[in-house]
């Protein structure tokens, strides 16, 4: 199917992200077949940062604003790819950051934001600082009606996440098209839950029945499935006010939220997520980032090696790329 839908999207990346099997990974992978939809290609900034600031910084420009307001925590690639695209379309960013453990990616990285030309402030915590921390930013340094384009950490927002109900409308093109078999579960990182609600939403109007797996790397912003499906069911009204057509099928029953694999919380590799980054490495020429998609790949081993995924099989949604490790411009 296409996605027929009346709102402005600034295109930042290009479709559809390659699928394989990793065929390399040998008893290690478990019982079900493990393939990849590589969505870190989609930009130089991966996947699943500039597909949501396609729709967000479209509309942004659609209401003349001249900058953009966003926060993350220090290592925060939402935050490097809304300076980094914003500067491309003409528009400045003012970033709110807060403290994370502190490691060589995270220094790195902000050297990175510090490079990307966006205006940076300090707050104390992300869960409740960044509102209040962004709102006095805002009215201390625009005053008047210049007031910046406000995005929510991860550019988790229905319209937002309109990015990736397209990337599971590509995905149902690949199936059809056969390229990858429709995959018995999907395995996706939940920080901020955009990515999730999104493709949750997009299995919904495609019809896939893959039921999607969120392995929880954030417990700052704590999302469980009843949020993710929340903002699903917003997505999925906000398409169907502006042209798509929507059936009434239920969302209960598809998701689930997967926390074991969090280890000592947001920012803190595990062991396990260690030996999932050289495995896939080493195997598969896969380059996971240890606190987000290794989690993710580590959770998805263990469960399947069990045989929590039946014949599968199983799709590893990858959102991280490489690239973003040389961007800062």
Not at 53 to 65: C, F, G, K, M, V
Not at 210 to 235: F, G, K, P, W
Not at 237 to 243: F, I
Not at 256 to 266: A, Q, S
Request: aromatic content about 6%; glycine content about 10%; overall charge positive.
């Amino acid at each position: 199917m296409r996605l027929e839908i009346d709102l402005d999207r600034v295109p930042l990346g290009s479709g559809p992200t390659p699928v394989r099997e990793l065929t390399e990974l040998g008893s290690s992978r478990g019982e079900a077949p493990v393939w990849i939809k590589d969505d870190g290609k989609y930009s130089a900034l991966g996947g699943n940062k500039a597909r949501k600031l396609e729709w967000l910084l479209a509309d942004a420009r659609r209401r003349r604003r001249s900058t953009t307001l966003t926060g993350g925590a220090f290592g925060t690639n939402h935050g490097l790819a809304t300076a980094v695209f914003a500067r491309r379309l003409g528009m400045r960013t003012v970033l709110v950051l807060a403290p994370q453990p502190e490691t060589d990616h995270v220094r790195a990285q902000l050297e990175r934001l510090r490079a990307s030309g966006a205006e940076i402030h300090i707050a104390r915590g992300l869960a409740t600082s960044f509102l209040l921390a962004a709102w006095l930013t805002a009215a201390r340094t625009y005053p008047g009606l210049d007031l910046p384009y406000l995005v929510p950490p991860g550019g988790s927002t229905p319209l937002g996440c309109v990015g990736y109900v397209r990337a599971a409308v590509e995905l149902s093109e690949q199936v059809e098209a056969g390229e990858v078999p429709e995959p018995s579960h999907i395995v996706v990182a939940l920080g901020s839950g955009g990515t999730a609600a999104g493709l949750l939403a997009g299995l919904r109007l495609t019809g896939l029945r893959s039921r999607l797996l969120c392995v929880l790397v954030s417990d700052v912003i704590r999302m469980e499935s009843r949020s993710v499906a929340r903002l699903a069911r917003r997505t999925l009204r906000l398409l169907k006010a502006h042209g798509v057509k929507v059936a009434a099928a239920p969302l209960a029953g598809t998701l689930k939220v997967e926390p074991r694999w969090i280890g000592r919380g947001y920012g803190y590799a595990t062991p396990e997520s260690e030996r999932a980054r050289q495995l896939l490495a080493e195997r598969e020429g896969v380059t996971l980032d240890p606190v987000y998609t290794a989690k993710v790949m580590a959770a998805l081993l263990d469960l399947n090696s069990i045989g929590a995924f039946g014949r599968g099989p199983v799709l590893y949604w990858h959102t991280y790329s490489p690239a973003e490790e040389a961007t800062g411009s």
